[in-house]
């Protein structure tokens, strides 16, 4: 909350909460949630998941640009991995990159929540291929020379499938081998 208060949150002379303007516009439901994810830091980056995972927050460092810590601001405003997508939306930083609060408070918020959305939807691409070759790499590592074959079972020959403890198995002979293994 420190975080909504200090960058986000407008109070009338009075005390009473301004409503947000992107609750008055008329946009679509995806718009509304990528502009409403980074307002209530509902949102999965690094700053919110390395908290729950014990975390520093200086160490929350940002798994695309691996620069600093991803923040809000940083994921907005600095990441170097967005810089154009950043140059497509002209608009929001006219100014220059920041302060959040300017951004956020756009009179545009259409535009605010296209680019959100494209930001997410890209982060989202980038850290599914670094999953996906995380989980290819943890996959083909289980099945290393180190483990031994049972002596009562022939090896499987294959003339295609190589291995080695340095490049692991491919999926398919590990596939192979599971199947042997039963």
Do not use: K, W
């Amino acid at each position: 909350m420190a975080f909504y208060r200090e960058h986000l949150l407008h109070l009338t002379g009075d005390g009473f909460v301004i409503r947000p303007s992107y609750m008055d516009t008329h946009m679509s439901h995806g718009l509304r949630c990528a502009i409403g994810q980074i307002r209530t830091s509902s949102h999965q980056l690094e700053i919110e998941t390395g908290r729950f995972r014990g975390i520093p927050a200086d160490n929350r460092i940002c798994r695309l640009c691996q620069r600093e810590p991803e923040t809000e601001l940083h994921y907005i405003c600095h990441c170097t991995v967005f810089y154009e997508i950043r140059g497509r939306f002209h608009c929001l930083f006219r100014e220059g990159f920041g302060p959040l609060s300017r951004v956020m408070s756009y009179e545009d918020q259409r535009c605010l929540g296209l680019y959100l959305l494209e930001l997410h939807r890209y982060r989202d691409t980038l850290l599914g291929r670094a999953r996906e070759r995380q989980s290819q790499r943890h996959i083909t590592d289980f099945f290393s020379l180190d483990m031994g074959q049972p002596e009562e079972q022939p090896p499987l020959q294959s003339s295609s499938h190589t291995h080695s403890t340095t490049t692991g198995t491919l999926i398919d002979r590990a596939l192979e081998l599971q199947r042997y293994r039963r």
